[in-house]
């Protein structure tokens, strides 16, 4: 079995930062690529930063030059450093890793529970 597991979100201040980590543990026997999305109140869930194995990143353009995605592939963990935050930040964070097991060989996204991120004053 794989889990993945949020942490880091809070309640923050308008141009306040955060970092946000996700990790992943279980019967692991590779990892490709790792995701951030997130879903507000109303809205559909949207892609905010990829990483590739290499670390190749992609951000969606609300989000660029603000938010920071890496990876630690020794710890299977993907982060993601939030600055300047604003109010429309405000929702769930899900980290999302493309991982192929010790059991089943094949490629499967594994999500994680969420971890909520509000910016407000």
């Known amino acids: 079995q794989v889990q993945l597991v949020e942490s880091g979100g809070g309640l923050v201040q308008p141009g306040g930062s955060l970092r946000l980590a996700c990790a992943a543990s279980?019967?692991?026997?590779?990892?490709?690529?790792m995701a951030w999305h997130r879903q507000a109140p109303g809205k559909q869930r949207e892609l905010v930063a990829s990483?590739?194995?290499?670390?190749?990143?992609d951000y969606a353009d609300a989000v660029k030059g603000r938010f920071t995605i890496s990876r630690d592939s020794a710890k299977n963990t993907v982060y993601l450093q939030m600055n300047s935050l604003k109010s429309e930040d405000t929702a769930v964070y899900y980290c999302?890793?493309?991982?192929?097991?010790?059991?089943?060989?094949?490629?499967?996204?594994?999500w994680g529970q969420g971890t909520q991120v509000t910016v407000s004053s």
């Open positions: 999302v890793a493309n991982i192929r097991t010790t059991v089943i060989l094949r490629w499967i996204d594994y």
């Open positions: 279980g019967t692991i026997r590779s990892i490709h690529a």
């Open positions: 990483i590739a194995p290499g670390g190749t990143t």
